[in-house]
């Protein structure tokens, strides 16, 4: 690992050790696709940039935030985006207060602030399901500014050294909703694909230690299939998504194999031809 990379584990463990957020710090396990991915991805959070992980379904990209977290035993607050999400659910609110007979406002941080301000990871999850007009607020935060002023109390935040964003956006070769421009500028993306070959037999082996050859290969077999079938267009990509692999995998263990595969891959695909050549191809693994 980089030298850069090591430094900062050692400092930003010893910052975050003992403190009350231990239960914010995640757990890791993302295995890398190829030799550099992963700590190309954590020098950009050394150098303090703003990460966007571009990736279809189940490729990981939360378990690669979690990771990153987990790496420098830093917490991680999470922000799921839809087009509900206000200001006040970034930034926090205001609530009235009484005690002993007094009454005032208190200001009740939400997650940005509190990163901002503990030196905590913040993990936005689905940025580009956010309306157009809330993220804005962030650009300062974002870029080499590090800083916010708070719209509700007027306080101006200097994020601590340590404070670090990871956005996620579910994108595959087919067009999803697009990104704001300046937004999408202020960060380094990272384009997360699907693992395969030795990675994904390594995973597998990781959950499921005590897993039949048979069923493993077979598995295997089917998913290197999948990948190819939707590198040609013929199923969606999500077809070859490692989440569902993972689910079969599990339903297989006690159930018919096919059945499984039906379950956990085939079924979620909208397509009839698609969800047949699924099982099509399975049945040449599998019984
Ligand atoms: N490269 C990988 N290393 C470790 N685990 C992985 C990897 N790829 C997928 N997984 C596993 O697959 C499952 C789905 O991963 P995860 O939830 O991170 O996907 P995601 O990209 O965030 O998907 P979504 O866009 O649907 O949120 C998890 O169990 C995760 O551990
Ligand atoms: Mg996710």
Redesign the pocket.
Known sequence: MHELIEQEIVKRTKDHENNEWQSLIPEG???S?DAYLYEDILLSVVLKKAILLK?P????????AESIAALFEQPMHSINCSVDLDAESLLGFKTVVQKEGQTWIDFVEGPVVKAMKEGHFLYI?EINMAKPETLPILHSVLDYRRMLTNPFTGEVIQAHPNFGVIA?I?EGYIGTTPMNEALKNRFVSFA?PY?TGE?LAG?VDEYFPTIQATLKNSMLSLATDLRKQAENGLVSEEAAS??SL?DAIELAQYMSPIRAVRYAIAEKLDDASEKQLVIELAKTWME
Request: proline share 4%.
């Open positions: 396990g993302y295995k696709p990736g379904s189940g490729s990981g990209k939360t378990k690669l999850d996620a579910n997360i693992i990675q995973l490692i989440r993972l």
